[in-house]
């Protein structure tokens, strides 16, 4: 059997989600590992062996060791049922032995067989079992023999049966049964549209994973005509109009008595008597105005006027109030000395001296 890789890989990402070079590499060498195995002709246990690993390898594809702390492992070790189940003999067996590979072969026992099955030195090296190649060859060889539980990939997976859910029991029980039955389906339909068909030419590509096949873009010279110079006749020029009378136009509206209508007449009032703006500001500073700057100008001047004149009612306004309120406090003070005078006894009591000279003081500047 041979797959497509890109048909593979899309549906993979539609049902799983996106992946990193790293799992793209692994499952390369997985897709590889399956389509030069001989043994398996059914895609469904290929689709099985993808769902085991993913799950046995934590989503890596990578062959891996079994995780936990070295006191983890002492549940295996010899003298425990575990460990007599496993064939582990000798002390350190547990942690010795511990799962590694695409389906975590455990145990003195399995590691034995699968040096004997396959060929390998897995049982004076077991770390050797990591290795992609032989990692695969034991899940194959393993789960169509039934080295682990008894339990093989024929007894749920033929003919019309399949029965992912209680394939577990082929590697642990019914642990995560639901979860790889889901993972199985999903690759079971990636790997049948992926299947290129038994009739196409071999050791090609398929074609939507041939390389693009550019077509050359053909040059054509052809030789550029000169293109007739028309002589365009400048328009004439428009009348000048100066700025300040553009200004002016531009703000008044048909109603003077808005404030821009108002403005605009005071602005063409100034100009209409002969006082330019340029006339004020040379007086003063001998500095000439540029044009742009006199509309401009004129507004702040106005505005100064306007706050100038507002200042100055304020103050005199202020200068009012103040002045009847000294009023008031003048002749408040000028009967209450009236009355002090004309009862010596209440000289000492109502007001020191001092107090009776600040009175006659206040009273003689209200006056």
């Known amino acids: 059997m041979e797959f497509s890789r890109k048909k593979f890989f899309d549906l993979y990402r539609q049902q799983f989600g996106g992946l990193t070079q790293s799992q793209v590499s692994a499952l390369e060498d997985l897709l590889d590992f399956m389509e ?22 934590a989503d890596t594809y990578l062959p891996i060791h ?23 003999t000798q002390p350190g067996d547990g942690y010795r032995f511990r799962g590694r590979g695409y389906v975590q072969l455990t145990g003195r026992a399995n590691y034995t067989r699968a040096a004997r099955e396959i060929g390998g030195n897995f049982v004076a090296d077991p770390d050797s079992v990591l290795a992609p190649s032989d990692s695969y060859k034991v899940m194959s060889a393993g789960m169509r023999g039934g080295w682990f539980t008894g339990r093989r990939l024929s007894h749920y997976i ?14 642990n029980g019914t642990d995560e049964a639901d979860l790889i039955d889901g993972y199985a389906k999903k690759f079971e339909l990636a790997l049948r549209t992926a299947l290129i068909p038994q009739d196409a030419p071999r050791n090609e590509l398929a074609a939507d994973e041939a390389p693009e096949q550019t077509t050359p873009v053909q040059v054509v010279e052809q030789e550029v005509t000169s293109i007739p110079v028309v002589e365009v006749t400048p328009a004439p020029p428009m009348p000048s109009i100066p700025l300040e009378t553009k200004f002016v136009e531009s703000i008044a509206p048909a109603d003077s008595t808005t404030p821009k209508g108002w403005l605009a007449t005071k ?19 001998g500095v000439t105005i540029p044009d742009p700057i006199k509309p401009y100008l004129a507004l702040i001047i106005i505005a100064g006027v306007a706050l100038t ?41 109502v007001l020191r001296p001092a107090e009776v000279k600040s009175a006659e003081d206040n009273h003689a500047q209200a006056k």
Request: glycine letters at 8%; proline letters at 2%; aromatic letters at 10%.
């Open 267 to 285: 602005y063409a009032a100034l100009t209409g008597a002969g006082i330019s703006l340029s006339t004020i500001t040379a007086s003063f500073t």
């Open 158 to 171: 033929s003919g019309a049966k399949r029965d992912y859910f209680n394939a577990r029991k082929i590697i």
């Open 66 to 88: 079994e995780y936990g702390s070295r006191s983890y492992f002492n549940q295996y070790e010899t003298g425990t049922r575990k460990g007599r189940n496993l064939g582990n």
């Open 36 to 57: 030069a195995d001989p043994h398996i002709t059914d895609v469904r246990w290929f689709a099985y062996m993808l769902a085991t690993v993913k799950r046995e390898c």
């Open 309 to 349: 004149g507002i200042a100055y009612i304020s103050y005199q306004i202020s200068k009012v109030i103040l002045t009847n309120a000294r009023e008031k406090r003048a002749n408040a003070l000028t009967l209450e000395l009236a009355r002090i005078k004309s009862n010596p006894g209440l000289h000492d009591v």
